[in-house]
């Protein structure tokens, strides 16, 4: 050994220690600085609603705020590549639903891996989806709606969010079920199709309470079915397709939070528990009933329990969407 080298060593070693120790610094301080959240779809739709109702809640437990940022198109898959690519600081999270387990099998170019690529947060709330129409269609309720499906097949429009999203995968399955092809109209989201939906200009959609129910309500759509096993609480008078002859007919869109992997420990620890701690607000749970939306039990809701739930989904629609015979690019 050179002389001198022990002293560099020391020097060396010195400054690995001071580093970390300023980097445990920044984290133990995190947030510093405000926090960008993609939703990766239009404003005004279920995902973003109830990623600014998360998202007002954390600022307050996190002291810094957290900026909803709607990057849609392509079913998600560019909001979620751009998440994907973002240094793991806790400056960049996400809030998506049940796309990110229905990608894998629809896009053979996803820029990313779904489980790879990501850390999770944690899962957020359960949403059943429900059949809607324009107001002016004539169908007094979901049999006669099928049968006029039936009849006008690819002369009847429906709307999606982009290929592999929630709206996407339910109408597949719909049509599938119903052995009926429509054709589809493709959005950024379904905040800008539901605008469209109240202006007529497309005939059904299928999309999450979260952005139906106080439309249906209010008289605005006409609302034919729910696609959950049990009927609604927010919405009893819909039938369950499953209980109107598609028997077995299931799908609820769940909603969760990711970062890009590899988020130090305590800043995952705290992107978390502030997730948690959202949904523990009374304000938060009260409007999710509001809008037909389930926040998941706490032994669902963490980490470890995401991961899991993703991969038992990718799992489970991968078989479903190969059947339907659908790729996105
Ligand atoms: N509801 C949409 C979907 O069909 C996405 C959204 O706009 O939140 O996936």
Redesign the pocket.
């Known amino acids: 050994m050179f002389k001198g080298a022990g002293r560099i060593a020391a020097v060396l070693s010195l400054c690995l220690f001071a580093a970390t120790q300023s980097a445990n610094v920044a984290h133990a301080q995190y947030p510093t600085r405000a926090i960008n959240l993609i939703v990766p779809?239009?404003a005004g739709?279920?995902?973003?609603a109830v990623a600014r109702l998360i998202a007002e809640t954390m600022s307050r437990t996190l002291g810094q705020q957290v900026v909803v940022e709607n990057v849609g198109g392509a079913g998600?898959t560019i909001g979620m590549a751009r998440v994907a690519k973002s240094a793991p600081d806790g400056y960049m999270i996400s809030v998506w639903?049940i796309?990110q387990a229905t990608a894998p099998s629809l896009y053979t170019n996803l820029q990313y891996n779904v489980t790879d690529n990501f850390d999770s947060i944690g899962r957020i709330a359960d949403v059943p989806m429900t059949v809607v129409a324009k107001s002016t269609l004539e169908a007094k309720n979901i049999k006669e709606l099928i049968a006029w499906i039936k009849e006008k097949k690819t002369a009847v429009t429906y709307a999606?969010?982009g290929i592999g999203?929630?709206?996407?995968l339910c109408a597949l399955m719909f049509m599938s079920a119903i052995d009926t092809q429509m054709t589809a109209v493709g959005y950024r989201?379904?905040?800008p199709a539901m605008a469209d939906l109240l202006g007529g200009q497309f005939d059904v959609m299928c999309?999450?309470t979260t952005?139906t129910t106080e439309q249906i309500k209010g008289g605005k759509i006409k609302g034919y079915a729910a696609t959950t096993k049990q009927r609604l609480a927010v919405l009893p008078e819909l039938p369950t397709l499953d209980e109107s002859g598609l028997k077995g007919f299931e799908v609820t869109?769940w909603h969760a939070m990711w970062a890009p992997k590899g988020l130090p420990k305590d800043v995952a620890d705290k992107l978390s528990g502030a997730l948690t701690a959202a949904l523990k607000d009374p304000k938060v749970i009260e409007r999710l009933a509001v809008l037909g939306a389930e926040p998941v039990k706490p032994e669902q809701q963490g980490p470890a329990a995401l991961s899991a739930h993703l991969k038992a989904e990718v799992a489970k629609w991968s078989p479903v969407i190969q059947a339907a015979g659908v790729k996105a690019n």
Not at 45 to 48: F, I, L, N, Q, S
Not at 165 to 168: G, L, T, Y
């Open positions: 779809a239009a739709g279920p995902t973003d998600g639903h796309a999606h969010a999203s929630a709206s996407h989201g379904t905040g999309d999450q952005g869109a």
